[in-house]
């Protein structure tokens, strides 16, 4: 993905085109968002690199940019904040020429398209940005269906339309698009759902991703989707347990009770900190218990038939995600590094509200549980589960 000064002053030489675009500006991220993503949707199939050439005017002549490393951060961000989905597969590099400095965005073609940025899919007409109607959104929808690799994209060929649950999916669609592309809408409800990755045109039916999230009874079709959840008075799983559930349904469902038992787990008392002043601390911050269990189901192995386990001892809590480290994640680099074992499911959890940024849940997690004065969360990897340990606040 990345490129040679050579091929740098050949596109500075050549003109603007459906895969390369110039500007000089270095404050617009909007526009660095919408060339991303219309270059992760390359319309006209290329099948190669879209560069986004920043410091550079129309004709191809430098501007005299010098590149900041807080650009080269602003542009490596549009990545993983969540607001190109799916993630987009990019490198940003430097170069200092004669003329001037040109920060460069190299942009892969995604494998799921269609890729939208705040809710809209953006592409390139020629040397122009575009926002896809309804037809350019079918040939991008259609065209995933020969290059969809996670398993949450295939096609879930025992179901039907009539076991997803097409309201909640309407309800998500609001959330997921912008307003103007809803209001504007003609299509039929398989196009709907496949522009989201939800629908397989090809086999006539949902995909997997579409009946984790909007499917009547998800566990008819995947064995694992659900979360085992088990409060015990000690610290052995022989103990008789305090509540115990399994809990399932649609994911948005199942998240929101599990929201519900955090809440119920974490337990305040106040604790004096310097002479008269006393402060409020909980046992376990919410919001990091909150962080590690979406991380485990986010990127969980759904061909599994092992539930996210998500077990409350008397002395710590365990989380237990069925499906080793994925893709480019390894024990050495979490979890500064990481794939999207299911990147539809990703995308949903950030349009519903469940994670805010990619990439980041482990890491605030464990500032929280610093910032708490509990100890980090401890992590246990093999090839079949991701275990991790938390431990309450010391007292």
Known sequence: MLIEESQLLALLADIESDRVERTISTSDTDKFAQAICAFSNDLPNH???GYLLIGVNDDGALSGLQVTDALLSKLGAIRSDGNVL????????????AGGEVAVVAVLPSDMPPVRYKGRVYIRVGPRKAVANEQEERVLSERRISSARSFDARPCVEATLNDLALGQFDSYRREAVDAETVAANHRDIQQQLASLRMYDFERACPTFAGILLFGKNPRYFLFGAYIQYLKLPGTDLTDMPEDQAEISGDLSSVLREMELRIKSIV?????????????LFP?????????????????????????????????????????????EATAS???????????????????????NKFGYGVQRAQALLIENGNPPAEFVFDDQVVLVKIYPRSV
Not at 86 to 97: G, H, I, N
Not at 333 to 355: D, H, Q, W
Request: aromatic share 12%; with cysteine.
């Open 47 to 49: 099948r190669q690199c």
């Open 86 to 97: 799916p993630s987009p597969a990019m490198s940003v590099q430097k170069f200092c020429l």
């Open 267 to 279: 337990q305040t008392s106040l604790r004096r900190i310097s002479g008269l002043e006393e402060r």
């Open 283 to 327: 046992n376990y911050p919410e919001w990091a218990l909150r962080e590690l269990l979406m991380n485990a189901v986010m990127h969980r192995n759904y061909e599994s038939n092992t539930p996210v386990r998500f077990y409350v001892f008397s002395d710590h809590i365990e989380i237990q995600s069925p499906g080793g480290l994925y893709g």
């Open 333 to 355: 680099n979490f979890p500064t590094r990481n794939s999207y074992r299911n990147p539809v499911i990703a995308e949903a959890m950030k349009s519903l509200g469940f994670v």
